[in-house]
């Protein structure tokens, strides 16, 4: 069963802060998360692990909350270049070697 | 970097035909994965491989196999083309076995089936 993502779209101004959820109704073992570009193949950007960990680079960071069965991505002082498409990928507890990706954030930002 | 190669990046073919989708990564990866992508949908996995001549059942199998013979090369068919498989195809594979390892995606393959 494909995670859950909200909001399906949001429209930011460059310096605005947003946060994309994912959620799963399964015991999560890890979280992977990806930016596609339009055209372009989606790009990984980080992976978290069961314990609650949160993992961060540059503005962009995510935390798992394994309890809840969620992550969330947290992009701070938007730029530009955020713009894309923003996917979670989930793999579930003893859910074998594959992710499980939800239906995608579009993620616009404007000057 | 890893490069993931798809062999084309637009394809048109017709209802009834076999198609082969063909993807080649560079860096000895053990994983390989095909998606599809549709809009509303996010990628949906079809069918994936974690060593030569191994593979496994994605979400969406149905009208699809797959072949590993060479580590490096992952290809796709379609062994009766119809017009519900009109979509993007994302290749992809990562380093190891298991989810602890982040995925290296091609650029696609939009195939139209007429």
């Known amino acids: 069963q494909q995670p859950v993502q909200s909001p399906q779209a949001v429209i930011l101004r460059e310096g605005e802060d947003a946060v994309i959820n994912c959620s799963s109704s399964k015991a999560l073992y890890s979280v992977h998360w990806y930016r596609q570009k339009h055209g372009e193949a989606p790009v990984f950007l980080m992976i978290l692990l069961k314990g609650g960990e949160q993992k961060g680079h540059d503005k962009i960071s995510a935390s798992f909350n394994e309890k809840k069965q969620q992550s969330s991505l947290y992009l701070t002082a938007s730029q530009l270049s955020y713009s894309g498409t923003y996917f979670c990928?989930?793999?579930?507890?003893?859910?074998?070697?594959?992710?499980?990706f939800g239906t995608g954030t579009q993620l616009k930002v404007e000057l | 970097d890893v490069k993931v190669t798809q062999s084309s990046r637009y394809l048109v073919k017709r209802t009834g035909e076999k198609v082969f989708l063909e993807c080649v990564q560079d860096?000895?990866?053990?994983?390989m994965f095909w998606y599809r992508q549709d809009p509303g949908l996010g990628l949906r996995l079809i069918y994936f491989s974690y060593d030569v001549k191994m593979k496994e059942k994605g979400d969406i199998p149905e009208g699809y196999s797959v072949s590993r013979e060479k580590k490096e090369r992952f290809s796709l068919i379609l062994e009766s083309a119809s017009t519900n498989q009109t979509s993007m195809y994302l290749c992809a594979s990562s380093l190891r076995q298991g989810v602890t390892w982040g995925y290296t995606f091609g650029s696609g393959t939009r195939l139209t089936v007429v």
């Open positions: 860096m000895d990866h053990e994983n």
């Open positions: 990928g989930t793999a579930t507890t003893g859910g074998g070697n594959k992710l499980t």
